[in-house]
């Protein structure tokens, strides 16, 4: 049974940095998929950034590229997501997502079944 623990979520003003990392405690594994997806109160999940075992970061979306960079430490299965330059709009309760195939990474909400519980990330002056 895989487990996902997010940490690093908090305020930040506009123009500020936040790092986010999300632990795996995953029993074996030959390779994985990870993400990062975020979602705000009566909106879909919207997917942020996707990394796999062999391959690194797999995609990105357009809404933060050039802002967040998503990195992974295989040996500890720990996912990373540094966000700089925060906005307002990037206001958001933030979530791991992991998928034992590491061909399978996807920006789809739907494609995982594996969550984390969340840490929430708020941009305001």
């Known amino acids: 049974q895989v487990n996902l623990v997010e940490t690093g979520g908090g305020s930040a003003q506009p123009g500020g940095n936040l790092t986010l990392s999300c632990t795996a405690s995953?029993?074996?594994?030959?390779?994985?998929?990870m993400a990062w997806f975020r979602q705000v109160i009566g909106e879909e999940r919207e997917g942020v950034a996707t990394?796999?075992?062999?391959?690194?970061?797999?995609f990105v979306a357009d809404s933060v590229k050039g802002r967040f960079t998503v990195s992974r430490n295989n040996a500890k299965n720990i996912l990373f997501l540094e966000m700089n330059d925060l906005k307002p709009e990037d206001s958001a309760m933030y979530f791991c997502?992991?998928?034992?195939?590491?061909?399978?990474?996807?920006?789809?909400?739907?494609?995982?079944?594996?969550w984390g519980q969340g840490t929430q990330v708020t941009v305001s002056s």
């Open positions: 995953v029993p074996s594994s030959e390779g994985s998929c």
């Open positions: 997502a992991y998928d034992h195939d590491w061909r399978r990474c996807s920006l789809l909400a739907e494609r995982y079944n594996i």
């Open positions: 990394s796999n075992t062999w391959e690194g970061v797999k």
